[in-house]
Protein backbone atom coordinates (compact mmCIF):
# COMPACT_ATOMS: atom_id res chain seq x y z
CA UNK A 1 0.00 0.00 0.00
CA UNK A 2 0.99 3.51 -0.07
CA UNK A 3 0.35 6.25 2.38
CA UNK A 4 1.13 9.78 2.19
CA UNK A 5 0.76 11.83 5.23
CA UNK A 6 0.59 15.88 5.59
CA UNK A 7 1.09 17.38 8.83
CA UNK A 8 0.27 21.24 9.32
CA UNK A 9 1.72 22.43 12.62
CA UNK A 10 4.16 25.03 14.04
CA UNK A 11 6.76 22.87 16.86
CA UNK A 12 8.00 19.59 17.10
CA UNK A 13 5.79 18.81 19.79
CA UNK A 14 2.68 19.51 17.87
CA UNK A 15 4.35 16.59 15.18
CA UNK A 16 4.52 14.33 17.72
CA UNK A 17 0.72 14.71 18.98
CA UNK A 18 -0.45 14.18 15.34
CA UNK A 19 1.68 11.31 14.97
CA UNK A 20 -0.32 9.99 18.18
CA UNK A 21 -3.91 10.91 17.01
CA UNK A 22 -2.72 9.31 13.62
CA UNK A 23 -1.86 5.75 15.22
CA UNK A 24 -5.02 5.72 17.22
CA UNK A 25 -7.13 6.13 14.63
CA UNK A 26 -5.17 3.84 12.11
CA UNK A 27 -5.80 1.52 14.99
CA UNK A 28 -9.68 2.43 15.33
CA UNK A 29 -9.98 1.68 11.21
CA UNK A 30 -7.83 -1.71 11.42
CA UNK A 31 -10.17 -2.81 14.08
CA UNK A 32 -13.25 -1.77 12.10
CA UNK A 33 -11.83 -4.09 9.63
CA UNK A 34 -11.13 -7.28 11.64
CA UNK A 35 -7.81 -7.03 12.10
CA UNK A 36 -6.75 -8.32 15.42
CA UNK A 37 -4.48 -10.57 15.17
CA UNK A 38 -0.34 -9.92 14.30
CA UNK A 39 -0.63 -12.52 11.22
CA UNK A 40 -3.88 -10.36 9.97
CA UNK A 41 -1.74 -7.17 10.09
CA UNK A 42 1.41 -8.76 8.35
CA UNK A 43 -1.23 -10.16 5.63
CA UNK A 44 -3.38 -6.86 5.42
CA UNK A 45 -3.86 -5.35 2.20
CA UNK A 46 -6.69 -2.43 2.19
CA UNK A 47 -9.45 -3.27 -1.02
CA UNK A 48 -10.15 0.35 -1.21
CA UNK A 49 -8.47 4.15 -1.03
CA UNK A 50 -9.40 5.67 2.29
CA UNK A 51 -8.61 9.19 4.13
CA UNK A 52 -8.26 9.71 7.77
CA UNK A 53 -7.80 13.16 8.90
CA UNK A 54 -8.65 15.17 12.21
CA UNK A 55 -8.00 19.36 12.47
CA UNK A 56 -7.69 20.27 15.87
CA UNK A 57 -6.05 22.60 18.33
CA UNK A 58 -2.63 21.43 17.21
CA UNK A 59 -3.48 22.07 13.58
CA UNK A 60 -4.53 19.38 10.97
CA UNK A 61 -3.16 16.12 9.36
CA UNK A 62 -4.47 13.92 6.66
CA UNK A 63 -3.63 10.33 6.22
CA UNK A 64 -4.41 8.73 2.92
CA UNK A 65 -3.70 5.42 2.15
CA UNK A 66 -4.08 3.62 -1.53
CA UNK A 67 -3.45 -0.32 -1.72
CA UNK A 68 -1.03 -1.11 -4.50
CA UNK A 69 -3.67 -3.07 -7.20
CA UNK A 70 -6.42 -0.11 -7.18
Request: hydrophobic letters at 30%; one cysteine or more; glycine letters at 2%.
Amino acid sequence: MKIKIDIDCDNAFQVLQHLYVIRRDFKKHLRKQGIKTYDDLINHEPEKPFTLSDDNCYGEHTMKVKPFKF
